[in-house]
C-alpha cells in the first residue's frame, strides 16, 4: 500500500494545529481526515475505512468525560502518532506510560500505516446471547443458533461457513421470538480458527419491530451501547 492510498484520521481541538497536521500528511499525498473532536473522529471511522490515527497530544490530555473514553478506544484501535505541532513542523510525543510509538512522521506513514488493513471499529458491544436461528440461503433452510448480538447485526454458528461469501444477502429467521429480517454476510470465520466457525452478519434494515426486539434481547438502549473502552 502506497501513501496515496491510505487514509488517516487527525484530530486536534486547535484549529492552526489540526491544519499544520493536515498539511504535514499532504505534502507526503496521504489523504487526511480532519476532525475537530474525537467524538467527530468516531463518527467518521465507523463510516468509512481508515489506517491510521495521527492526534495532538495536548487535545488527549486536555479530553475529558465522553471525549476522553473516545479517545482511549481510537487510539486502542488504529496504529496512532501523538505529536506536538510547532509552526509547520511535527513533532512526535510519548505520553506517560502509552506504548511505544514511531519516532517520526514518515516512519509511522511508509512503515506503520501500510501494515494496517484499512477498518471500521465495530459501533455497537457484542452481547453473548444463544438464540436458534433458521437461516434462508441460496434456497437452503440451514439451522444454527447466535454466539453473540449487537445492535449492528449477530454471529450465526454453522460448521460449513465456506460456503458463504462476504457481501452475500442473507434471510434470518429467529424462531423464538417469531421475527425474520435481511442481513448482509461482513466476515467468514473458518473451521479450525481461534473461535466457533460461522458468519458475522450485518442487519440491513432497522424497523420498528427489530428495534423493538433487540432492545428486548439487549437491554439497552441503541444510542448508549456504543463498543468504546473504558479509558
Not at 512526535?92 to 501500510?114: H, N, R, V, W, Y
Not at 484499512?118 to 453473548?128: G, Q
Request: with cysteine; proline share 6%.
Amino acid at each position: 500500500m502506497t501513501p496515496s492510498n491510505m487514509a488517516i484520521l487527525v484530530v486536534s481541538y486547535n484549529d492552526d494545529s489540526r491544519a499544520a497536521l493536515v498539511s504535514s500528511l499532504s505534502e507526503h499525498h496521504v489523504t487526511a481526515v480532519a476532525c475537530a473532536t474525537f467524538l467527530e473522529a468516531e463518527t467518521r471511522a465507523l463510516n468509512g475505512f481508515h489506517n491510521g490515527l495521527l492526534v495532538d497530544l495536548p487535545s488527549i490530555i486536555k479530553a475529558k468525560g465522553e471525549e476522553k473514553i473516545v479517545a482511549y478506544t481510537l487510539t486502542n484501535f488504529f496504529p496512532t502518532l501523538r505529536v506536538r505541532a510547532i509552526g509547520a513542523s511535527v513533532v512526535p510525543m510519548a505520553m506517560p506510560g502509552s506504548a511505544t510509538q514511531d519516532k517520526s512522521l514518515i516512519e509511522f506513514i511508509t512503515s506503520t500505516c501500510p501494515g494496517f488493513p484499512p477498518r471500521r471499529p465495530r459501533a455497537h458491544k457484542r452481547h453473548t446471547i444463544c438464540i436458534l436461528t433458521l437461516l434462508r440461503y441460496r434456497g437452503e433452510e440451514l439451522r444454527g443458533f447466535t454466539l453473540d448480538v449487537s445492535w449492528g447485526g449477530l454471529f450465526v454458528v454453522d460448521v460449513h461457513p465456506e460456503k458463504y461469501s462476504i457481501g452475500e444477502n442473507v434471510e434470518i429467521h429467529l424462531p423464538e421470538l417469531d421475527i425474520t429480517f435481511q442481513a448482509v454476510v461482513c466476515w467468514v470465520m473458518p473451521w479450525g480458527g481461534h473461535s466457533a466457525p460461522g458468519i458475522g452478519v450485518r442487519f440491513t434494515e432497522m424497523d420498528q419491530t427489530l428495534e423493538t426486539t433487540l432492545a428486548g434481547i439487549l437491554k439497552t438502549r441503541k444510542e448508549f451501547d456504543r463498543d468504546r473502552l473504558v479509558a
